[in-house]
Every structure is written in C-alpha cells, then in structure tokens.
C-alpha cells in the first residue's frame, strides 16, 4: 500500500469501456459527479499493518519480473538516471525502482501482476452504497507499485496504473529524485534508497531493502508470459456517443502473481471485472470504473467515479448505466 503523498500527474487519456444493454431507458450524463454518493472514510490502519506484516519475500526464493513489465522499468530508470543531479547508475535506477514491487504484491517473488488490486482496504466507503452486487467495490491501490488515490496514485487511474509503461514512466524518476535529494542531504545509498521506498509500507522494516540486495547479487528472471497489462485487456468503446481507449480489467485472466485473487487473501472484496477511463465532466477529469451487468450479477450496470486528485475513500459517485459498448467485441448497448 502506497502511503500519502504528492506525486506530478500524468497526462494520459484513458480507458472506458462495454455495457450490456439494460430494460431501463439510458441515464445520461451519469459518470462524473452526478450519481450517489459515498464517502467519508480514511486510512486504514489494519490494511497499512497487513501490508508491512506481508512484506518479506521468501527467503532464496528467485525473482521473476514480467518480460515487457521489466523493459518499461529498465527504460524510464536509465532516463531518470541520466537526468538525476546526482550519480546513480541506470542498473541502480533499475533496482530501486523495482525493489518495492515484490514486497508489495508478490513476496513468494513470482512476477508481479500488474493487474493486482489491494485487498487491505475495506471500508464501506469504497463499496457501491445501493449494495447491487459483491463485486462492485473501489480497490485503491492498483497496479505493480499500488498506485493509491490515497498518495502516489491521486492522479492515476486503474488504467494508468495498471499499464506497467505508464505507471513506470512516473514511479521510476520519483524514486530517483528522492533517492538524489536524500544524497545530496548527505544520506549514505541505503539511507537514501530507504526515503524514495517512505511512501510504500510493505518496506517499513527493511524488506525492499532486502530485495535490493538480492537483485545486486543475482538479478532477475524474466517472464514472457507477463505483458504489459498484466492480463488486462486494451479495447475501444463508446460510451454517450464518443470514443473511448479502454482498458478491460478481469481478475480471473491475471497474469504473474494471483495469489490477489483468492477469496480469502484480505478482507476487502475481489472485484467483479470493469472497464476503466477518463471522463470529463464540466471541466473536471474522472477516474470511471464501469461494471456490466453480465459481469457483476447487478441487474444494471454500474459506474463509480473518482475526481481525479481525491481519495477514493473520501468521495465516489455511484451511477446507474446502460449507455457503454466495448466496440471490440461487440458487448454491451451496441
């Protein structure tokens, strides 16, 4: 879990994606700010525990990174190291950056998925407040890094953060420029690897750290069978006449470390599959999270939205839908 704190935003248009088509007549307009809300909630301290008690990686166990998920890394950390105003060797940039991964979401050091959604956080805030299906619930930490909307992830949304090239684009010059001003403070290297890992708590008593090390030592086995997305799917829709990239997020199809997906791995519910995008609405952008009814077993489809830059557990807008088709595969109100 990515603890609070401000980090530049990324200028990426987003996902959205298919609906089945319902009885009811469409609802216009209800993505953005215009449906039920919930909200109120803030940080959990049973999930910021879970996530340090978590954290260690098996011992001697190998890491396994995905194939293009290791690429992205390895690209935006030889970038920020040649633009850090201190000395760091692009295979430093690299280790760094990758040292949070596994102690977040995969300490048995299988590849991390991209795809993974935070279990810790299960707050009622984060839940559909109509109560239409399990599955219709926020997870805010997303992705390799676990983009929170709580801190690192406020501007990012499931797509952004789920696309390990996105998401590595931003994590990895973060994590340089703090790792270079904690140097120029004076820190010794450990020092200042462990203030660029402050905002993850899974490292609070020294598991990246310890991966850091094992990386040094023996490096990284890469997986062919772990893309970019992690198992989540890009596809085009339309949704209230226009155009959208999406990006289709399905639990059940995750690729790497799965062990997020097991009913009883935390307290917080699996989410039933969604489409993820960007919507603007009366010039302010939104994180949507669109479930089909097909796909959450509510009798409508339904979409939560986050204003980019909130805490998803301190406001989402909950929206009856039936105006969205996934153009790809031909699903939804098409």
């Known amino acids: 879990m990515v603890k609070t704190q401000r980090i530049r935003r990324l200028a990426v248009v987003l996902v959205v994606f298919g609906v089945a088509a319902g009885t009811a007549a469409p609802v216009a307009l209800a993505a953005g700010g215009d449906g039920t809300i919930s909200g109120g909630g803030g940080p959990n301290p049973n999930a910021e525990r879970m996530s340090k008690d978590r954290g260690w990686v098996v011992p001697f166990a190998p890491l396994h990174f995905g194939a293009a998920p290791y690429e992205a890394v390895e690209t935006a950390a030889t970038t920020a190291a040649g633009e850090a105003d201190c000395s760091i060797s692009a295979t430093e940039a690299t280790y760094l950056t990758l040292s949070t991964t596994w102690p977040e979401v995969s300490p048995s050091g299988a590849s991390p998925s991209p795809m993974t959604l935070s279990r810790y956080d299960d707050q009622t805030s984060l839940a559909d407040p109509e109560q239409r299906a ?3 619930f926020f997870n805010p930490g997303v992705g390799i890094w676990q983009l929170d909307s709580a801190g690192l992830g406020a501007k990012e949304t499931a797509a952004t953060a789920i696309d390990s090239s996105t998401a590595a684009a931003t994590m990895a010059p973060h994590m340089v420029d703090a790792y270079c001003s904690a140097i120029n403070g004076g820190s010794s290297k450990a020092q200042a690897r462990a203030t660029a890992w402050t905002p993850w708590h899974a490292c609070d008593s ?25 198992g989540a799917e890009k596809r085009t829709c339309t949704f209230e006449g226009a155009e959208y990239d999406c990006l289709y997020v399905d639990p059940s199809a995750a690729q790497g470390e799965d062990a997020w997906t097991a009913p009883d791995y935390g307290p917080a519910p699996v989410p039933a599959p969604f489409y993820a995008f960007t919507y603007e609405e009366g010039g302010v952008d939104y994180e949507v999270r669109y479930w089909m009814k097909g796909d959450s077993g ?16 301190s406001k989402l807008s909950w929206a009856e839908e039936s105006t969205l088709c996934d153009t790809t595969t031909g699903t939804g109100n098409c």
């Open 206 to 230: 020294g598991a990246c750290e310890d991966v850091y090390q094992r990386l040094e030592a023996d490096g990284v086995t890469k997986d062919a069978d772990v893309d970019r997305y992690g």
């Open 298 to 313: 509510a009798s409508t489809d339904v979409s939560a939205s986050r204003e980019l830059g909130v805490d998803a557990r």
């Open 134 to 136: 399990e599955g219709l």
